[in-house]
T-cell receptor, first 113, second 119 residues
Framework: KNQVEQSPQSLIILEGKNCTLQ??????????LRWYKQDTGRGPVSLTIMTFSENTKSNGRYTATLDADTKQSSLHITASQLSDSASYIC????????????FGAGTRLFVKA | EAQVTQNPRYLITVTGKKLTVTCSQN?????MSWYRQDPGLGLRQIYYSMNVEVTDKGDVPEGYKVSRKEKRNFPLILESPSPNQTSLYFC??????????????????FGEGSRLTVL
């Protein structure tokens, strides 16, 4: 069964600190993996996309890594800011005659001053 | 401005009263999809559409209908809402590229969400 699991469920950090969010998936065949940021009450917005051949990709203070062998991805946030408080959702896509996506339950990040 | 627009944003209704949540995108995207989001669960796909007049069931289609008569619009219909359909609903669209392993299939652009309460 295709699954995407994220950890931790929630995380509290102080402003300025770094953190790493994890995503494990069992999807096969794999097409790509995206990390989305969802502010409270808003729709998710894409942060990064990684395909099978990519190991790391950065978007400002956000760096995503992918290990396709172990089927694990991480999202590292550097020098956190209050505006980073949000849910971060890992989304895995694959295509076997139709475009399929599966969403993780997300990690809720709280950044405190 | 490129966007996905959902209406209404908030709705309280009663069991059995038919309702429609509209979704419109101005990016000429082929792919559109509806999701529901419940506490502690990931976004779950209700229905999706690969193009005009082409719709398919997602993971949780029971109690919902959709139509895709025009490329830009993808309304979600609840013929007889029940309390277990109380949820936060998101519409999304994407520009579909030739799909296959190791290809950049499209980024999903989400609407702002529609919070539905069924009493």
């Amino acid at each position: 069964k295709n699954q995407v699991e994220q950890s931790p469920q929630s995380l509290i950090i102080l402003e300025g600190k770094n953190c790493t969010l994890q995503c494990n998936y069992t999807v096969s065949p794999f097409s790509n993996l995206r990390w989305y940021k969802q502010d409270t009450g808003r729709g998710p917005v894409s942060l990064t996309i990684m395909t099978f051949s990519e190991n790391t990709k950065s978007n400002g203070r956000y760096t995503a890594t992918l290990d396709a062998d172990t089927k694990q991805s991480s999202l590292h946030i550097t020098a956190s800011q209050l505006s980073d408080s949000a849910s971060y959702i890992c989304v895995v896509s694959w295509n076997t005659g139709g475009f399929k996506t599966i969403f993780g339950a997300g990690t809720r990040l709280f950044v405190k001053a | 401005e490129a966007q996905v627009t959902q209406n209404p944003r908030y709705l309280i209704t009663v069991t059995g009263k038919k309702l429609t949540v509209t979704c419109s995108q101005n990016m000429n995207h082929e792919y559109m999809s509806w999701y529901r989001q419940d506490p502690g669960l990931g976004l779950r796909q209700i229905y999706y559409s690969m193009n005009v007049e082409v719709t398919d069931k997602g993971d949780v289609p029971e109690g919902y209908k959709v139509s895709r008569k025009e490329k830009r619009n993808f309304p979600l219909i609840l013929e007889s809402p029940s309390p277990n359909q109380t949820s936060l609903y998101f519409c999304a669209s994407s520009l579909m590229l030739a799909g296959g392993p190791n290809e950049d299939t499209g980024e999903l652009f989400f609407g702002e969400g529609s919070r539905l309460t069924v009493l």
